[in-house]
């Protein structure tokens, strides 16, 4: 079975501060991670993902992620946060052939 | 290619009444999925499709529930005796492979 855990529900940070929003899973297998965003009422846009290779993965948007085997982990983060950042942050499972499995959501506030 | 499109964006109806939502996926994708939001949450897995076979089903597509896709392309996802329980957000994603998901921007269900 697999499943994330994202430590959390709410991360609140000024603008121009380091963003980190965390993300654990439980896998069998080795998994592929994935990051989305959610604006308000759209659907869920990627912002990054780890299948194989380099283990610190960069998205759109100023996001990177590392995916750290020796600790299930897969945190987000951003250097520096802009008020355009605010939104609902999902991590994500997935092994080959299986569906999608997602966290309960991070809600990113940016304060001026 | 537009993407992922899902239709109604939004639906209202009275308890007991029934509902079908539609997907069109992304036309060289050949795996399509159903999932399930509500206000606060990640989403959660319905069912999904490889080609027309419908291949997993959750535990949460209860009996009123029914997923089709009949050619392979398009889906549509039926609701019948709705209850004030399965408002949410119905998301559609579609993929092949070990690639990403791609959303739809959902189509929200209001049971009055």
Not at chain 1, 81 to 104: I, K, P, Q, T, W
Request: net charge positive.
């Amino acid at each position: 079975a697999q499943s994330v855990t994202q430590l959390g529900s709410h991360v609140s940070v000024s603008e121009g501060a380091l963003v980190l929003l965390r993300c654990n899973y439980s896998s069998s297998v080795p998994p592929y991670l994935f990051w989305y965003v959610q604006y308000p009422n759209q659907g869920l846009q990627l912002l990054l993902k780890y299948t194989t290779g380099a283990t610190l993965v960069k998205g759109i948007n100023g996001f990177e992620a590392e995916f750290k085997k020796s600790e299930t982990s897969f945190h987000l983060t951003k250097p520096s946060a802009h008020m355009s950042d605010a939104a609902e942050y999902f991590c994500a499972v997935r092994r080959l052939g299986d569906d999608m499995r997602f966290g309960a959501g991070t809600r990113l506030t940016v304060k001026p | 290619d537009t993407g992922v499109s899902q239709n109604p964006r939004h639906k209202i109806t009275k308890r007991g009444q029934n509902v079908t939502f539609r997907c069109d996926p992304i036309s060289e994708h050949n795996r399509l999925y159903w999932y399930r939001q509500t206000l606060g949450q990640g989403p959660e897995f319905l069912t999904y499709f490889q080609n027309e076979a419908q291949l997993e089903k959750s535990r949460l597509l209860s009996d009123r529930f029914s997923a089709e896709r009949p050619k392979g392309s398009f889906s549509t996802l039926e609701i019948q005796r709705t209850e004030q329980g399965d408002s949410a957000m119905y998301l559609c994603a579609s993929g092949s492979g070990a690639n990403v998901l791609t959303f739809g921007a959902g189509s929200r269900l209001t049971v009055l």
